[in-house]
Structure formats: C-alpha cells, structure tokens
T-cell receptor, first 111, second 114 residues
C-alpha cells in the first residue's frame, strides 16, 4: 500500500513530441505528489508538484495531471526537447509519511 | 548548484572495509536525508535526520549507520562493505522535517567496492 508504481521504465520520444509518464498509488492518505528530474551525474531536482485539490498543474512545457478517483497522476512534457533527456521520478507523501518514490523513467528525446 | 555538498565525489575500496560519506546541507536546512541509488535503479531512502535527531528510517542495512552533528552536517558510515554496496549515495536536505518540503540533493558520492 506504500508503493508508487511508475511506468514506463524507459521512453523514447521524437523531438517536438509529447512525453507521458504515469504513476499510480494505493494509499488514499497521500496528498502531495512531486516529480523530480535527474540528469546523468547529478542529483535529482524538484521539477513540479501537485496537491489533490486540483486536477492539473502546468509550469511551462511540464504538466501534472491528477486523477484522484483512479489514484493516478502523470507528467506530460509538451514539445519535448533533447535537453529534457533525463530520468524522471514521481513520488507521493502525506503528513505522517515519508516521501515514497517511484522507480524512475529514463526519457530519451531523439533529435 | 543545490547548495548541498558531499564528499568525497568518488570512493574506491575493498570488500570488508569501512567508509564514511560526508554531507553538508544547504544553509538553514535542518533535515538531512540519505539515499542509495544503484546502477539504473531508483532511489532507495535510507534514513532522515532532523536537527540532530533521527527522524525516519528506510531500507538501511544494519551495517550502515548515520548521524547528524550539531553544525548540521551529516555522515553516513558503511561497514563490512560488500560488492552489492557499490552505488551512488545521495544526501538531500530540506528546510524542515515536513514531508511536503522540497528536498535539495547533493551531487552524490560514487562508491565502488572491489
């Protein structure tokens, strides 16, 4: 019940396309859903986060979509660029829980 | 640059040995987290300290231990090292202990056990 399941494990998208990464959770107490981006040789960095009071949050080309009833959330990267090539981690937490991390998605954007 | 520093950057050692990894959090951050990331694997949460006290424990082996000092820097001690301990070890910090706080990650220490 503590897991966050992330898919796909890897993803190849053409430049200009839409990258979509999905995550699912079981614990209905989770109420904070961040996405972290990790470039090779670097530590992860917070990209965007959402609370369940909204169904969507957009920051530039990055959008989180949240479906509370399905217990799923996803990251959409519009107009994907080679510089977006990185590993993306979803995570979930609540006030009495540690941040639970997804397994990560390695995204490659082909020029 | 996240403001979190980790030393050393690389560490090569032999099985059975003991090593210490060091982390200095961002100025003003009270929480320190340790993570292990094996090759092509996700992040495994090891342990969290908040203002010198252990706050949460994850999948940390008994051979591993950590502490946070009064100046808020933290050390992760790995002993009786095995080949499988080879990994990237990340330290992260946050301003408080809250689970909603953004975690700022350091550049990591790459440990190779031969």
């Amino acid at each position: 019940q503590q897991q966050v399941k992330q898919s796909p494990q890897s993803l190849i998208v053409q430049k200009g396309g839409i990258s979509i990464i999905n995550c699912a959770y079981e614990n209905t107490a989770f109420d904070y859903f961040p996405w972290y981006q990790q470039f090779p040789g670097k530590g992860p960095a917070l990209l965007i986060a959402i609370r369940p009071d909204v169904s969507e949050k957009k920051e530039g080309r990055f959008t989180i979509s949240f479906n509370k009833s399905a217990k799923q959330f996803s990251l959409h990267i519009m107009d994907s660029q080679p510089g977006d090539s990185a590993t993306y981690f979803c995570a979930a937490s609540a006030s009495n829980y540690q941040l639970i991390w997804g397994a990560g998605t390695k995204l490659i954007i082909k020029p | 640059d996240s403001g979190v520093t980790q030393t050393p950057k690389h560490l090569i050692t032999a099985t059975g040995q003991r090593v210490t990894l060091r982390c200095s959090p961002r100025s003003g951050d009270l929480s320190v987290y340790w993570y292990q990331q094996s090759l092509d694997q996700g992040l495994q949460f090891l342990i969290q300290y908040y203002n010198g006290e252990e706050r949460a424990k994850g999948n940390i082996l008994e051979r591993f231990s950590a502490q946070q000092f009064p100046d808020l820097h933290s050390e992760l001690n790995l002993s009786s090292l095995e080949l499988g301990d080879s990994a990237l070890y990340f330290c992260a910090s946050s301003v408080d202990s809250g689970t909603y706080s953004e975690q700022f990650f350091g550049p990591g220490t790459r440990l190779t056990v031969l």
